[in-house]
């Protein structure tokens, strides 16, 4: 069964890059097709997709502006997050998951809090 755990810093401030991995066990990341994105959910909000990295290329979230950089980690099964010029709002709990369009499996989700 696949696993999938989201890592990183649970406090970044205003205007810095939030970066985070998602490291994935019980499957391969790249065997195609593939499909893995990140979600999030900010406090008392639904869930918000953000991009995800697949076999045929990799997407966004046209919401965040540019903001997002999805990409392959540096350890075989891993894939990461960056989220730059971060506000207040992008406090969320963020989630990596199996799947473009709709997800299978997901991480158990990290907090992170965007605060000076």
């Known amino acids: 069964q696949v696993q999938l755990q989201e890592s990183g810093p649970g406090l970044v401030k205003p205007s810095q890059t939030l970066s985070l991995a998602c490291t994935v066990s019980?499957?391969?990341?790249?065997?195609?097709?593939?499909?893995w994105s990140w979600i999030r959910q900010p406090p008392g909000k639904g869930l918000e997709w953000m991009g995800a990295i697949t076999s045929g290329g990799t997407y966004y979230n046209p919401s965040l502006n540019g903001r997002t950089s999805i990409s392959r980690g540096t350890s075989e099964n891993q894939f990461t997050l960056q989220l730059t010029s971060v506000t207040p709002e992008d406090t969320a709990v963020y989630y990596c998951a199996k799947g473009g369009t709709w997800w299978d499996y997901w991480g158990q989700g990290t907090q992170v809090t965007v605060s000076s």
């Open positions: 019980g499957g391969s990341l790249t065997t195609n097709p593939y499909y």
